[in-house]
């Protein structure tokens, strides 16, 4: 798996955006998929998890009712629909991939074996 997060840009408060995670290997239905959020200063930290078919998904408690995860699994991509973003939302967001957990995605962070680069969200206005 070879994986890419992209749609990152500069957001309104109150505004959203879609981030995706693309596997140029085209396998990422084989995995879980893990969003986690870097801040400035701040440790890297768990948003949001899907399991490969999308029936079991997991959100931290701060993302909770604003973000979705969801997977395409013909296009083998897995997308981030955030919402009503909010300046603390302000990060590095990053998809991860898990073969373990691929029916029960885990908020672990160190159980995530395949990392994308990255995308930067600012929630400024």
């Known amino acids: 798996v070879q994986l890419q997060a992209c749609g990152g840009g500069l957001v309104q408060p109150g505004g959203s955006v879609r981030l995706t995670c693309a596997d140029s290997a085209r396998t990422l239905n084989r995995y879980a998929i893990g969003w986690f959020r870097q801040a400035p200063g701040k440790e890297r930290e768990f948003v949001a998890a899907?399991?490969?078919?999308?029936?079991?998904?997991y959100y931290a408690d701060s993302v909770k009712g604003r973000f979705t995860v969801s997977r395409d699994t013909w296009k083998n991509e897995a997308y981030l629909d955030m919402k009503n973003l909010e300046p603390e939302d302000t990060a590095v967001y990053f998809c991860?991939?898990?073969?373990?957990?691929?029916?029960?995605?885990?908020?672990?962070?160190?159980?995530?074996?395949?990392w994308g680069q990255g995308t930067l969200v600012t929630v400024s206005s």
């Open positions: 899907s399991s490969w078919n999308g029936l079991a998904r």
């Open positions: 991860a991939a898990d073969r373990a957990t691929v029916t029960n995605p885990t908020r672990n962070q160190y159980e995530y074996d395949y």
